[in-house]
């Protein structure tokens, strides 16, 4: 039987300071964020050939292609993401010699959606690499190689938060500094805290998958102009972050509701599309519900919003989105980070 080599990377629910771990703001200034997996995955399947051919296929997408092993990859569409993965996975790990093999991707949530599922895809195809090849990349190394490959090699607009996520898995409480500098503090947070925090989340998809390139560059953009309404915005998204971490950290849900809604004043500043009409209509309804507060999970204009509800009106809150054209989606947290096994 031949082996077949799977792996998933979780998701993310961006909580606070969202942004500044995108350079230049995370270089000059330093940046922070919190985040936490959920279990959401992206998920990838590797299995070897013998016919000299490299098959991508992501069956959420409905897209494949087939190519020649032996040939330099084009970085061309459909699936520009997984040949860079591939092109690079041979040059670094495998002395340039080519890798046959059929890559199948799919995952729990679409691109452009605010959980990072591209980045968490990029982790998660590595994973299955390093199952194949047997490479024991550790979580550093992991999202850093999933970083390199999308910011660097394929020169794709983001951050830098959502490889860490991905790899790592948890609660996080991430730094970024110049020179690529990262520094993963995962939380210990009660069981308590994490069960009232899943109680109280409703996670609402809108319906509009966005491509956060545009946005992502809108606030680069502020940042090398020195936009001041920009830059105080991320100042106070970083110092929301910290003040998040304590309040998850002392069980101060309150708090964490209170700084949730103020993120998202501060997230509108950082640049234009973040938020439309659609969202701001959907934010009123859901605080007219008995929602406290809630945020935008990712860059904006779309994707998944997040709401922090007491549990008593959480299915008073749903029963008001279902008004709406999107569609609540369940979730609980999940501790682990990327994982990989092989069958056969």
Known sequence: MTKIF??????????????????????????CVLNATIDLYAQAIIEP???????FRATDRLEEVLLDAETDMPDSDPLRLHRGIHRRVVRQFNGGKPLACTLT??????????????????????????????????EYELARLAFEI???DLKMSGGKQDQYAAAFGGFNFIEFGAEGRVLVNPLRIKEWVVNELEASTVLYYTGQSRESAAIIQKQIDNTERA????????????????????????GDLSAYANILGRSWVAKKQMAQGISNAM????????????????????????????????????????????QFEGQVMNFHFTPVGAQSWTLG
């Open 6 to 31: 799977r792996a998933r990377a979780p998701l993310r629910l961006g909580l606070a300071g969202g942004g500044t771990d995108v350079s230049p703001y995370s270089d000059v200034h330093g940046g």
């Open 49 to 55: 050939r013998d016919d000299g051919k490299v098959c």
């Open 105 to 138: 991707t799919f995952a729990d949530a679409p691109a452009g959606s605010g959980l990072g599922t591209s980045s968490t895809m990029v982790v998660a195809i590595l994973q299955a690499y390093a199952e194949w090849l047997n490479l024991g990349l550790g």
């Open 150 to 152: 999308e910011r660097e």
């Open 227 to 250: 936009d001041v309404r920009s830059i105080e915005a991320m100042h106070a998204l970083k110092h929301d972050a910290v003040s998040m971490k304590e309040a998850i950290l002392r």
């Open 279 to 322: 969202i701001d209509g959907v934010y009123d309804a859901a605080l007219a519900a008995g929602a406290l507060s809630g945020k935008i999970s990712g860059a904006g204009g779309g994707g998944f919003m997040m709401f922090f509800v007491p549990p008593e009106h959480r299915m008073q809150l749903i029963q008001r989105l279902a």
